[in-house]
């Protein structure tokens, strides 16, 4: 008998501007270019997205689901972008500098999810 298996998460759509980054000395921290903001380490082929820090305060954080349009698959927030920007998502395209590029600047949107037990009142 096949299991049943529900999505734990409740999907909200948002328009965001994206880009492209790579995980490289002159695009990153000189220091620690595989290293995020939240101390995870990137490697080429993750799927994984760093967010503006306006989209923090809607609900985004360290590991939150996001799909992209256009995109196979599930990216997981785990960086933070500089405070300069705004409604922006920043995708990881490991060390393909050429790829980043040709990704330019667009519009796009997603989905991120909020895990539904998040969202269960607590009792009195």
Same mark, same amino acid.
Request: with cysteine; proline share 4%.
């Given at each position: 008998m096949a299991s049943c298996k529900t999505d734990p998460y409740i999907w909200h759509e948002l *328009?965001? /501007? #994206?880009? #492209?980054?790579?995980?490289? /000395? =002159? *695009?990153?921290?000189? &220091?620690?270019?595989?290293?995020? #903001? =939240?101390?995870?380490?990137? /490697?080429?082929?993750? /799927?994984?997205? #760093?967010?503006?820090?306006?989209?923090?305060?809607?609900?985004?954080? &360290?590991?939150t689901p996001i799909k992209i349009e256009g995109y196979e698959g599930v990216y997981v927030v785990n960086d933070k972008m500089n405070p300069r920007y705004r409604n922006k998502i920043d995708i990881y395209m490991g060390v393909d500098v050429k790829k980043a590029r040709q990704f330019g600047n667009k519009k796009l949107r997603i989905w991120y999810g909020v895990h539904k037990d998040s969202l269960k009142s607590k009792p009195k």
């Open positions: *328009q965001v /501007k #994206a880009s #492209a980054y790579n995980s490289v /000395k =002159w *695009q990153t921290d000189s &220091h620690s270019p595989n290293i995020t #903001a =939240w101390g995870d380490t990137l /490697k080429p082929g993750m /799927k994984c997205v #760093a967010v503006s820090r306006d989209l923090l305060r809607k609900g985004f954080k &360290h590991n």
